[in-house]
């Protein structure tokens, strides 16, 4: 899938940059010009040659910040993206195969979690939780799983009465067997799209429950720039106002 | 297995249903037919007939709603899913289906898909391999096409590698769903000679159509499928030279290839009539 991917230029393209900020995650915080919480008088400054991306209310440089929190925003929204994937994607695909009652009972729960305020309820378990970027982003993969869920819903439904999967019945394969041989190749293409889908979600989240005070707490880098309190300062500050989130 | 004269297959009075309640349907009625070993029994029917449902019964894929079948000498009416799958995985019985491109996987090679019963089973790969090859050829294939996708091979080719996907196995009976209707003239005569010779192993075949045409110079004997009922059951040659029933008529009488039982245009009408009425 991968070889197939790369022969084409707009996979390749996409592979570059999805490369880039990957290395970004992982060099980040060691590419960073200056110490990521060291402060100067300099405060609220423009884009200049010294600090790219300017600095922020307490004269920190926005570019070497935006580098060292990459690593934690884009950790965070894999989190996200990896347990919406295990917790919806495995439901999903067995709902079509283990009968109506399990099949009604996934549904059902999937609809429920739709149903609930995303950010309430992320500040709920958050609250029973504790405070912490993998509790949050556990909260916030439970709540997007039904995405995936009805992707791999979808998918598994339109290859279970295909011919091919009826003729692995009649040979006595398993549930198991079939999901596996049959089922996963054609399931893994919307998938993956959902999977990229969500990982962008994910660093709105991230960056949007740093806002909100869960998550990372001050004076830790995110990708998030604009997080209180420097929020309050984003309007008169152009370099905060260009690079508000990674 | 069964031994020889007891049969592979014995269905009295079959009843399927579709739907529930006020939209319950009757897809079969009363339907009765036993093969035995090395017999090929075709059943023949128009669309909606109830050929696939009746098929689809025999191999667990639909419930009956009366009746019982006996597969092999055990009674498999109230399987339960798990007893069906202990029975498949003996490879008692197996399936070839009418669309030889979409009943193989597109994503496995033809090696993939042929050896994915006798993996089910439990044999080992290795073996499972050589016999798949052994298969292949049987069915005249190259066995240099082990590694193709399906959709690098022609529609008779797909359709050989399900007979020998069916055959892998060593099954008792094997029923095959308009195994010819999608194929062209060339590959329909291929894979009917290659029916002929399975005939002559022992293998008990039932042969699905709605072609008499097709059946004529395989089947032993002829069921004729209306409107959810065999309306006429008996010896290939005896149906199609003197067929009772009228529908068995109009079959035979539409069959081009038939000459000697053609009827004419006028003919066909005054029994499309007699149905009717």
Redesign the interface.
Known sequence: MVRRVLTLPTGRLAVGILSVIVLLAILGPTLAPHDPLGTSALTLAGPAWEHWLGTDYLGRDVFSRLLAGSRTSVLGSVEVALIALAVGVVPGILSVYLGRVFEWFTRRIADTLIALPFLIYAVAVTALLGNGIPQAMFTVGVLVSPLFYRVARAATLAVARSQYVEAALISGASVGRIARRHVWGKVLPPVAVALAQTIGIGFVVVSSLSFLGIGVQPPAPTGAVCSPPTSATCPTSRGLRSFPRF | MSTDGRPVLQVDDLEIHYGLRRRRRRVLHGVSLSVTRGETVGVIGETGSGKSTFARAV?G?VRASGGRILLDGEDVSRYSPRQW???????V???V?Q?PL????P??TVE??LI??LL??GVARKEAIERGRNYLARVRLDPELFDRLPGELSGGQRQRI?VA?ALV?EPALIILDEPVSALGSANRVGILEILKELRDTGVALIFISHDLGSVAGVADRIAVLYQGEFVEVGAAREVINNPRHPYARLLVGSAPTLRSASADRAQREALRALLHA
């Open positions: 191999l894929l799958r202990a029975l498949r995985r003996r490879g019985v197996q399936y289906f669309d979409r009943s193989l996987d994503d496995l993939e898909s994915e019963p089910v089973q399900a996907r196995t």
